[in-house]
């Protein structure tokens, strides 16, 4: 039997309906298959808990509608109301049992110990080390990796940025390890791309832009490590392997599915939003900062991760932003594919320097306030002193060159990010106008406010 027929037959197993033949299949096949057999046990305990519960209540019919109310009732208060909750799919199968009939008091009162998800978490959480465990064995030795992704994101800005209503844009990754050790990747998307050559890693946005600094074996930099872990998959289970460990609480689901005729092993690892967000300005902006579910597919018979979603929770919706088309395990890969051709008139990024009191003391709101000025009055030594690169691309000279400055707003911060944000309106020279906020920081070498986005 395979792990499909299996789980259709737990439900009799434990009522002790099959027949010799198909017991003997059963229990042979538990022996061999450590996640089937988790399963057997996970319903086993809760039909326990309900044969123990009605003992105490007392036993009359149950319609499936309750179990539906008590699902019902579950998302609206996690405000995940599409969001599918696979746990109670297994208390499904008891409540259909011929046998196992309970009270709604019965249901209620299992579901208020259960802490209304009807699975232990901790539990989850063992079963969800088992999965990645197996699948970080599996992606141990292999040395390229080639994935096809799509996210709600911008082609050319932040590699962690995302919108839930932005249409998707296509992301590919490359990873390759050499018989010496030394590895070479490569991160693109249609207007940003970032490459490690085996000696440098470049940051190059389109047409122009780029910054570098020295090699790294690890994906990292320009807000890419994330991506990483995704381009280095035994990274990306090790990372979720560590989270579901050090935090047993945390909400963790193990299904299965049959797809294509072959059968799936879902892992879904809830992860709620880093930071403070009494200013929300960041929520579900970028991932880190946004409450989603990360959904890993595994073939069960060979372990090998097959795709990867993320979902945002908001609280209108639940979106998918995230999702791999085609994982590719070592594929041969062409060592053009990390060469990267850059145009005559690069601009390149620079750390900032340190400059007089007048710079190194200044507030968010000063700094912003000095910038406008700069570009205001098209000084454009002074606006390198708060944007610091190489030259002064024509574009920007042309975009904000003779602006006048409506408002400056006060500074607030939100969710994890390092710096503040300064709320501005400005008028351009051609008379439009623009509101938005200027994100500014510090933690640099010179340890001074500088210009991080908000144009």
């Not at 499909?4 to 538990?30: A, M, N």
């Not at 309970?102 to 209620?108: E, N, P, R």
């Not at 945390?250 to 879904?268: A, F, N, P, V, Y």
Request: charged letters at 25%; aromatic letters at 10%; hydrophobic letters at 40%.
């Amino acid at each position: 039997m395979i792990c499909t027929e299996i789980r259709e037959l737990i439900v009799d197993y434990i009522e002790g309906l099959l027949t010799e033949e198909q017991k003997f299949q059963f229990e042979s096949h538990l022996k061999n298959c450590s996640l089937c057999k988790n399963e057997y046990q996970q319903i086993n305990s809760i039909n326990q808990r309900f044969k123990s519960e009605a003992q105490k209540i007392g036993v009359i019919s149950i319609e499936n509608q309750v179990l539906n109310q008590i699902i019902c009732e579950q998302n609206k208060k996690l405000k995940q109301v599409e969001r599918i909750n696979r746990r109670l799919e297994i208390v499904r199968k008891i409540m259909k049992s011929r046998i196992t009939k309970f009270t709604l008091a019965a249901v209620i009162v299992i579901a208020a110990g259960l802490g209304i998800t009807l699975l232990n978490k901790s539990t989850s959480a063992a079963f969800a080390n088992q999965v990645l465990a197996e699948a970080i064995k599996t992606v141990s030795a292999i040395d390229s990796i080639h994935i096809k992704a799509q996210m709600r994101t911008l082609p050319a800005d932040n590699f962690s940025l995302i919108k839930l209503d932005f249409d998707f844009v296509p992301i590919e990754l490359w990873k390759k390890v050499y018989p010496d050790g030394s590895v070479k990747w490569k991160i693109e998307k249609p207007g940003r791309l970032i490459v490690m050559d085996g000696n440098t890693t470049t940051l190059f946005i389109k047409p122009n832009f780029v910054s570098s600094f020295g090699p790294s074996s690890q994906i990292r930099g320009y807000d890419c490590d994330w991506f990483g872990k995704i381009a280095d998959v035994k990274n990306l289970l090790e990372s979720e392997y560590e989270y579901v460990t050090k935090n047993p609480k945390s909400e963790s689901l193990l299904s299965h599915q049959t797809i294509e005729d072959r059968d799936k092993t879902i892992l879904e690892i809830y992860i709620p939003a880093q930071g403070d967000y009494k200013n929300d300005y960041l929520k579900n902006s970028f991932l880190n900062d946004s409450d989603r579910t990360n959904i890993y597919y595994f073939d069960t018979e060979t372990k090998n991760l097959e795709k990867f979603e993320i979902v945002v929770h908001s609280d209108q919706k639940d979106v998918l932003v995230f999702e791999t088309i085609e994982i590719n395990y070592a594929p041969e890969i062409n060592d053009n594919i990390f060469i990267v051709e850059l145009p005559a008139n690069t601009v390149a990024f620079k750390e900032p320097q340190v400059l007089s009191d007048k710079y190194q003391n200044m507030k968010p709101k000063e700094m912003a306030s000095a910038f406008f000025e700069a570009c205001s009055n098209e000084d454009w030594d002074e606006f390198l002193k708060f944007w610091p690169m190489s030259a002064v691309d024509e574009r920007l000279k042309t975009y904000l060159g003779g602006l006048d400055v409506i408002s400056l707003g006060e500074p607030f911060q939100s969710g994890i990010y390092p710096g503040w944000f300064v709320p501005y309106e400005i008028k351009f020279k051609n008379g439009t106008t623009k509101k938005h906020n200027l994100a500014v920081r510090k933690d640099n070498s010179a340890g001074r406010y500088v210009f991080d986005g908000g144009l």
